[in-house]
């Protein structure tokens, strides 16, 4: 293959070492992606967003930034935190083991000591800092991706692990994949029978997709005209499309910015689309996948991804003032920045006084779920989140999947309802 990477007089100093050694290791690294995937140059980018959990960066991982922090390396563009495995005022708890947890503190100490905004988020779209339409991103969390790229109409590969670090010390990321626009264009067209209900369903439409498709570089469109998703619809959306089929790019015909029409999401190209209808059984036959095993629910679980302020409200509002069932927990994921709303409106003691349990800078299937099934005998677990729903029962537990009504429901009664 002919070398078409061209680098600017920056990026061949960072080559050369002169911006440090973390800096020449990172060049290095991107370099080598662009050359594998034939990209003619680095992009600049306008942020990163990094994973940023021990499971995911491991020991090697955890030492790579210890070093780094020690040679006083620093971010160059506005870098952000992913979800950690930890809450660390509650992580007592859940009886997680104190190595673990000094593990992923130490990694966060490293991540704020070169510059990083620690937000533990995977939601640093709806809270932090919403990506804007045709910007360059170097994003790690999928479920982030996939919403910018669709949602918002930004651009960013999955930047996992070193990756997303590196563009964080440069300040570049390669120019392939989805900051390609010709590789925006969708190629499968799905048109929807039916109304979707609720961000469940919008989940269950993203895991009938995801799947089918099962390809990282395939771009579904989808064309749904009796409905309107809310944004946290389509973050569901996002997040099952990205967990069922590693689906990083999509289109919402008439409600994501490129696609006013399926003309513009095919961007003018009819040819060679792969067309195909789905009713309301195909949906059911989503929910149908995760079944109740069982009528009594030990986990009712609100998370991946972590809630929006309104996702929230609506839990309480089902509440309505009633108790969860004794021998059931109700746990609710949320970042930093919604747990600080929800303390000033009340609505966290609101919750507490229910016997909900609210986990701050988490997601429930990276805070050693394994251990946390075994250490408390858990089998049953209920969620709204298709994309929990598929990676719980890879630890061992049974999980259902309804909607967010029959979830709280079910969480009042300590066994199956349905709202």
């Given amino acids: 293959m002919v070398d078409s990477l061209s680098l600017n007089d920056e990026q061949k100093a960072m080559q050369a070492g002169a911006f440090g050694e973390s800096v020449r290791w990172a060049i290095k690294q991107q370099i080598d992606v662009a050359r594998f995937f034939g990209a003619a140059r680095l992009l600049p980018v306008a942020s990163v967003h990094a994973s940023a959990e021990i499971g995911i960066m491991g020991e090697n991982g955890l030492s790579l930034l210890e070093k780094m922090s020690r040679e006083g390396a620093r971010v160059r563009v506005p870098s952000t935190t992913a979800a950690c495995s930890v809450d660390f005022c509650r992580w007592r708890e859940f009886c997680l083991s104190s190595s673990h947890v000094e593990q992923e503190r130490e990694l966060h100490e490293c991540f704020h000591s070169m510059g990083f905004v620690d937000t533990s988020t995977c939601i640093n779209y709806q809270t932090v ?119 990083a790019m999509f289109h919402v015909i008439g409600a994501t910015p490129e696609a006013a029409t399926l003309d513009a999401a095919c961007q003018g190209d009819m040819r060679d689309i792969t067309r195909r209808r789905l009713t309301r059984q195909d949906i059911a036959s989503v929910y149908q996948r995760f079944p109740a095993t069982q009528q ?55 919750l507490f006084s229910a016997g909900a349990e609210l986990l ?60």
Avoid at 202 to 219: C, K, M, Q, T
Avoid at 399 to 412: G, K, N
């Fill in 129 to 247: 800092s919403p990506p804007r339409f045709r910007e360059h991103l170097a994003w790690g969390d999928t479920g982030a991706v996939a919403f910018a790229n669709g949602v918002m109409g930004a651009r960013s590969n999955y930047e996992g692990g070193p990756a997303s670090i590196a563009a964080a010390l440069t300040g570049y990321t390669a120019e392939y994949g989805f900051h390609v626009d010709g590789n925006r264009r969708a190629t499968y067209v799905f048109e929807i029978d039916g109304r979707l209900q609720g961000a469940s369903d919008w989940g269950a439409l993203g895991a009938l997709i995801g799947s089918e498709l099962a390809d990282y570089w395939r771009v579904p469109a989808i064309v749904a005209p009796d409905c309107s998703p809310t944004v946290d619809e389509l973050k569901h959306l996002a997040a099952s499309l990205a967990s069922f089929g590693s689906t």
């Fill in 296 to 350: 009594r629910i030990d986990l009712v679980v609100f998370s991946a991804p972590q809630l929006s302020l309104f996702e929230v409200k609506e839990i309480v509002d089902v509440l309505g003032g009633r108790q969860v069932a004794s021998g059931t927990r109700l746990i609710i994921t949320v970042n930093h920045q919604v747990e600080g709303e929800l303390n000033r409106l009340g609505l966290s003691q609101t």
């Fill in 360 to 419: 701050t800078g988490t997601c429930f299937y990276v805070m050693s779920p394994a251990e946390v099934r075994s250490r408390f005998g858990f089998q049953t677990l209920v969620t709204p989140s298709a994309k929990l729903a598929n990676i719980a029962g890879g630890f061992g537990y049974r999980p259902t999947l309804l909607d967010m009504r029959s979830c709280v429901e079910s969480a009042v009664a300590g066994e199956l309802r349905h709202g």
